[in-house]
């Protein structure tokens, strides 16, 4: 019964016109499968590898680098579909990055190695029938690439898939293209010698290949391996990475304790019950990368000497004849691997390479670092990590799984991952431009991500802190950082729509209604059955008016055939009537008959039910601010509120015997207090509930009355003035030791800074910031550390403004050792790009020069001076601020 099952198969494979090594090696499979095959490496089979090369020591001359790349041709496995991202075509075929494909990546870095090195160095693809094509249309742009003599790709062979009981050819009259399956990569080398590459290969004298997949980008063709390996007459290399406890799925390279030759083990040939072993990673602790260097001379002595059959060991797949469809009849697919036929030659070797060696897109997780700035392609088009430390960790919803999905939630780019350690996604939001991931990034319940949002934990100081110059001073991102740790979101209330603009929703709201309610009107007009205008063409024609719907209205009479109802925009539409033809179409008669000069389709002007939002359906997410957009659906949906994070409320006090309230006759040494109603400005613009408690005197019991007032309503408490070394710094003598710790922090202006937090009742601790006197220092003070603190309360990202560069006209000179904050106006320039003028009055009591000013401008700690035409980071400020 079998032999016939194999004659079925060798018969269709030969009427497709695949070749005798082809029909042999499947032959070969076929009865391995027959005698019951597992196609299993048992542990006890087997010995670690030990001890193997290191990339990074391998010394290698220019020379011998340029003689081995001569002889070297790149092969890239590119028979891939991408079906696990969703994808028909050839996965190779899909934007990385940049507006380039994998497969431009591929041949730029390819040219950039010819260039560099002068050498021919050959690309060739092995694609399957389905990739080629669409593959080669992209290479057509390149001219340079092909090489004399030699095709860009060729066609890898098939098999036919096939059912597990009798081993007959499976039938699948619906798509008979899926009838047949690629013999897995170990193909490769059959494939090799059938399509004639391999002999036009050594023909050219090109005698090794390196052997790599098309979604690796790591798997350049590197000179060091190739001039190791013809240094070293090695018939064929393997390299291989660290693995770490996320790489325990991948397939690993160990010893044979019968021959001493190295095999690889993979996924599918761990034999039952020894997973354990298999993920051991002190055990087994490097992986396969599936970057491989082959003799083609050996290859092609071997091949001949044993008619096309390698005898790599056979893998045993079972899927479904259309792996789109679970439910279609399940087949047999016999594979091979390419790595396995590191045991077929004597004398094969590994190699221990670094991980930017393994960097494949197997999912749109590893996509979306792709695509970030975390990476960036070097002037080799070799992908470069732009930051130091691991990769970030991404995990994204199903929603993101095809890549359909992934750039319908990504419209504007993807978020910036270079601070990022890992972002997990549930849900599936619409991501904004230009966000930025921070730290630990969790996403849960977001209906989308706005425009230039920070997710995530405060970044570290974007600015290098200078070695010892800020002395015993703190930096300012130790300072905040110092504030913020002892922040939390502040607790949540239900608050009235009109009350909770610019908080943050702290749990998903559902809808209470369907939206619309019920099927209305989209027009002023007349409901009718579509039906009764179908014949209206040249003449028009003439329904009898049964009644009349406005908004708000119960309509109770319904619409028969050959009549029509007055209808108003948002009305119900009666019973019967299943469209709306628009006034303008009609007499516009009010009662009798109407005429009808146009036909209208079933549905027309009528707004469905639940077309917009269905009733129980999450509309807003936690995490989400409220905006007028919000308000507007949560009203719509039936709500009076929604549960935020609170409103902070915030108190300012002014400290100083020589204040007097604006609007009040000064005496002599008298002074305005503008401070008061600039914190309380600011604070509101940020967001908080803000009151003016007015000025206190220089005077310890006059201030320690006033707080301990305040803390009994205040979330909360601001003072300015009298925080540094003068004789009446009261702030700072009544309050130290008092939970408010005073510190110096390198920056100019803003350099004396109190914190702290003052116990108010019921166990309350209520934040205080005790900011310097002067207005401008005042004022920074309260943008670099005051803000973040009260949108961290609110739960928003800390972080707001960002940092934009900007083109500075005239020079500035900067303290060394300190952060400083300038003022400037910012404007742009006829290119587009900004300017930044810094104002005049650089001095802490220039008030008038700070109201004139729009953004800060920040010198680093590290930079005295910055000459005219410098570039500058400034931070714009919002126009109420
Ligand atoms: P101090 O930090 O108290 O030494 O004040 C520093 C400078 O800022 C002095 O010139 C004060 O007069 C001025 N100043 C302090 N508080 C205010 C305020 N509320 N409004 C305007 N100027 C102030
Ligand atoms: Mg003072």
Redesign the pocket.
Known sequence: MTDQALNASVDLMSQRGLGPEAIRVFTHYFQQLQAGAQGTIPEDSIEPLGDIQTLGEVKVSDEEARAALSKTAVIKLNGGLGTGMGMTGAKSALEVRDGLTFLDIIALQVLALRKRWDVELPLVLMNSFRTSQESLDILAKYPDLPVEGLPLDFIQNAEPKLCPDGLMPVKWPKDPELEWCPPGHGDIYVSLVTSGVLDALLDKGIRYAFLSNSDNLGATCDPDVAAWMVEHGLPYVAEVCKRTKSDRKGGHLAVRKSDGRIVLRDTAMVAEGEERYFRDIKRHSTFNANNLWIDLEVLRERMTAKQGVLGLPIIVNRKNVDPADASSPEVIQMESAMGTAIEVFEGSEAILVPRTRFRPVKTTNDLLVIRSDFFSLDDDYHVVAAVDGPEPFVDLDSAYRFVSGFEKRFPKGVPSMRDCTSLRVIGDPVFGRNVRCVGEVLIDGYRRVLDDAVLGELPGPTTPTPPSTSGDLRTVDEHLKAILSTLEPSPTEWTPLTEALGLVVARDVRSKVDLPRFDNSSMDGYAVRADSLAGTGEAPVRLHIVGEVAAGDDPTFSVGPGEAARIMTGAPIPDGADAVIAVEDTDGAATGEVECHAAVSRGRYVRPCGEDVASGSTIVGAGEVVGARTIALLAACGHAGVEVHRRPRVVVL???S??VQPGQPLGPGQ??????AMLWAAAVGAGASAEIRG?VG?SEDELLAALDEIVTEADVVIT?????M?A??VVKSALRGKGVEFVRVAMQPGK?QGYGLLAGPDGRQVPLFAL????V??FVSFEVFVRPALRRLMRLTPEKRRPRPATLISGVESFAGRRQFGRAVVSRSAEGTLVAAPVAGQGS?FVADLSRANALFVVPEDVTELVAGEVVDVLVLDKDA
Do not use: K, M, R, Y
């Open positions: 002014s400290t100083g020589e204040l002074i305005h207090d503008s401070n008061s000025a220089d300015s003035g009298g925080v540094s003068g009446f710094d004396p310097p006197g002067n207005p220092s005042s009591h």
